[in-house]
């Protein structure tokens, strides 16, 4: 069954079980609207479409309006829906039967208006790029353009003209199967990120025949649940959500994403789909969204779970006085807003305005002018040989090397090698987590990629690893064959280890509470290390691992990520050091399960880990006080220097103007490579603690040997700045400290400047 066919059916029980209790009380705060002249200017040219959307609503009876306000699945969709017609349908793949829906839609019913189709294309629609963890992990935005346009091409080839992306949610939680989807740690990373992904998906004009509309998710702080358990519950200040978890929110929809899905979660007690603070302060308000809200899967029907809404209706009220304008799978919009608008629980005022933001989507994505997809053109550019060359470029480009001894890598293409471990054969998993429409055929496993650039390879599987729904020791890596294992290693030059976690080990609802490697992979290791060969451990994975193990043993270590499609080719060129690996960690590495929550940008305590006496922040059982491997660390087969940071200024007015930070970054090494300079500030005195540092700025570059570069980036009163408790962006007197470095961890170059 299909992961929809089987939430279908899921939602049947689900509907079966839910049973009435508590009342949805959500407050409205007041912001100020100062981003919103950013706006205005947007939709100027927007005139001729708010009257037709104008025009459209006018002529509507209230269930034509409800219909619109409903978004079914593939498996929902019939003629009959079709013919009210429903506002969207998701999931839903056929060109052909996306092509008939539609006709029956724009045909059939009473106004004509189209349906948004809509699509879950994270990393990729055919062409599967590597999880957004590994493309956040190139820190390079062309990486995100390159996914995000070649996705959008080759989903609206099929009729679809949204998708459920990007997905934004920063997180600190590497037990969360999420993280694999979203950015990592760091909301200045993710910010750059989303916002290329929105711009490269959507263009200048998302109803051109290759674009998309971008619905910029999950709305909000869905990163950190309790726990790290998926769905739970997140309970954070003001400060904090603003500080880390919406900005790349806000960039996502300063870039043009023009809608948003609110999320499962509630944060401090108020789900995501029913935060009115959120949605209709923050997101419509504050930041001046004219674009609409859909709900995550059920979501609306999940308040009554939540234990925020006493019966379905109860649920759509909560729902659409907070701001979600179209309700994803359950139908209590439609079924109750009759009944809610009579009663004066839901105002005409607010339906007719939830309407009209998807009216004006539908319009601006050009589907009253297109509305139909030719199906026999829809396999014209799918994963054409130019959208996986990039794919093979990008992923190399995603990988961060954590270990390299001896000089293990790159290796010789003369030395033979055994590439061993269960992932080492493997197109399935090498596609990661929301693999759209790719295909494991189309997959280049670890195998074939190494054996294409040097013939003297072997492969031997050491044990099983086996993708399954629910989590069964026996499928993941039970026992190893070491003597086929010791074998494979003595009888080569070089060892790759293929190692790690199956596709369906992360993403939605795939939740760990051990970090290390599954089942007995980590054997595999113990018994190469016996051989004395030198290896190298390539590690799939869609979140960051306990490696401590790992690394006391190995030789070298490259993070791989879920690399896509061309993930073998792409691996070996790293291996052969045709690429140097130059991508660093979008997320920080703990030493053990026990040290998670662990992140570069803490606030500082009063009695920090590595000061004092016994009384400080430390835990009794681990030694350092630092993640084994930290955010924007990463190494490269040369070797870099970053010197001469300069500051062109050494005070900025807390009311405008800039100061440019520049540092040079010199290769240092005998070969070309790959370097990310990262600038940090941290701001010492503060009303509120601030972190002990901040990303503001990363720049990869490209060096030959002994070539120097000077990077420069711009800190304005938008950097030095925060949120404070009551939600307000302060920008206060005083010392800020800036650090250029290779890594968040690299106090290398410093500077200050004072605001005042
Ligand atoms: C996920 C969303 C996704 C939606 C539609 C939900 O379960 O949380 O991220 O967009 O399904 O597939």
Redesign the pocket.
């Known amino acids: 069954m299909s992961?929809?066919g089987r939430?279908a059916s899921a939602l049947a029980a689900l509907i079966v079980f839910l049973c009435a209790l508590g009342v949805g009380v959500v407050t409205a705060g007041n912001r100020s609207r100062d981003e919103r002249a950013l706006r205005k200017t947007r939709s100027a040219p927007s005139q001729t479409i708010e009257q037709k959307v104008s025009a459209l609503l006018g002529k509507m009876t209230l269930a034509e309006k409800l219909n619109q306000l409903t978004l079914l699945?593939d498996g929902q969709i019939n003629d009959s829906e079709a013919a009210k017609p429903v506002g969207g349908v998701?999931?839903l793949t056929d060109p052909d039967k996306i092509n008939h829906f539609q006709h029956v839609a724009v045909e059939q019913s009473r106004l004509h208006i189209p349906i948004l189709f809509?699509?879950?294309t994270?990393h990729g629609y055919r062409t599967i790029f590597p999880i957004p963890l590994g493309t956040a992990s190139s820190f390079d935005p062309n990486v995100a353009s390159d996914d995000h346009r070649i996705g959008a091409m080759e989903t609206a080839a099929v009729g679809i003209k949204q998708i459920?992306?990007p997905?934004v949610d920063v997180s600190h939680e590497p037990r969360w199967g999420?993280s694999s989807?979203g950015g990592g740690e760091d909301p200045y990373l993710g910010s750059v990120m989303a916002a290329a992904r929105v711009k490269a998906a959507q263009g200048s004009d998302y109803s051109a025949p290759d674009k998309v509309v971008t619905?910029v998710?999950?709305f909000a702080a869905?990163g950190q649940p309790e726990g790290g358990r998926d769905y739970n519950t997140t309970d954070m200040s003001e400060a904090r959500l603003r500080n880390l978890y919406l900005p790349p929110f806000k960039a996502a929809i300063d870039a043009g994403a023009d809608t948003a899905?609110c999320?499962?979660n509630a944060i401090n007690g108020v789900p995501g789909c029913a935060n009115s603070h959120t949605e209709n302060d923050i997101l419509k308000k504050e930041w001046g969204f004219d674009g609409f809200v859909e709900s995550?899967?059920t979501a609306v029907d999940e308040l009554l779970r939540h234990g925020v809404a006493a019966d379905g209706c109860d649920a759509a009220r909560a729902a659409l006085n907070a701001g979600t304008d179209m309700e994803?799978v359950s139908t209590h919009y439609r079924d109750c807003g009759a009944q809610l608008v009579k009663s004066g629980a839901v105002s005409m005022s607010r339906i007719n305005d939830a309407v009209r933001r998807i009216l004006r989507i539908k319009f601006r994505a050009g589907l009253f002018d297109n509305p139909y997809v030719d199906p026999s053109k829809a396999n014209d550019v799918q994963l054409l040989p130019a959208s996986r060359d990039t794919e093979r470029k990008d992923a190399a480009r995603s990988m961060v090397l954590l270990k390299n001894d001896n000089g293990t890598l790159p290796i010789d293409t003369s030395k033979s090698v055994a590439v061993i471990g269960p992932l080492g054969d493997d197109q399935h998993d090498m596609l990661g987590p929301?693999w759209g429409q790719g295909r494991d055929s189309d997959a280049v496993s670890v195998f074939d990629g190494i054996k294409a650039q040097d013939a003297n390879t072997t492969f031997t599987e050491g044990c099983k690893m086996v993708d399954a729904d629910l989590y069964d020791p026996a499928n993941e890596c039970p026992s190893v064959d070491t003597a086929a294992v010791t074998a494979a290693a003595q009888g080569a030059d070089q060892v790759v280890l293929a190692l790690g976690e199956t596709r369906g080990q992360s993403g939605?609802a795939e939740v760990r509470s051990d970090l290390k490697l599954p089942g007995h992979e980590q054997d595999i290791i113990d018994a190469v290390k016996q051989t004395g060969k030198p290896f190298t451990v390539v590690l799939f994975n869609g979140r960051p691992l306990d490696l401590t193990d790992v690394a006391a043993k190995s030789d070298a270590i490259l993070e791989a990520w879920f690399p896509g499609v061309e993930a073998g080719n792409s691996i070996a060129d790293v291996l052969f050091g045709k690429v140097d690996p130059g991508g660093k960690l979008p997320v920080s590495f703990p030493r053990s399960v026990g040290q998670v929550p662990i992140y570069y940008n803490h606030e500082p305590t009063g009695r920090p880990c590595d000061v004092g006496s016994k009384y400080n922040s430390r835990y009794r059982d681990i030694l350092s006080c630092q993640p084994l491997y930290p955010f924007g660390f990463g190494l490269s087969y040369t070797t870099f220097k970053l010197s001469n940071l300069q500051l062109s200024s050494h005070t900025l007015s807390a009311k405008g103007g800039s100061i440019t930070a520049s540092v040079d970054v010199t290769n240092t090494g005998s070969r070309q490579g790959d370097e990310v300079a990262q600038l940090y500030i941290h701001d010492p005195v503060a009303s509120i603690s601030q972190p002990v540092r901040r990303l503001r700025g990363f720049e990869r570059v490209t060096l030959d040997p002994g070539q120097t570069t000077t990077v420069s980036w711009k800190l304005d009163r938008s950097d030095v700045g925060f949120y404070d408790n009551s939600g307000n962006f302060v920008v206060e007197p005083g010392r800020i400290d800036v650090f250029a470095g290779d890594s968040s961890a690299d106090d290398g170059q410093t500077d200050s400047f004072t605001v005042q």
């Open positions: 992961r929809f939430r699945s998701f999931s809509a699509f879950d994270i459920y992306s997905m999420r989807e619905s998710k999950h869905y899905m999320s499962f995550d899967y994803m929301w939605e």
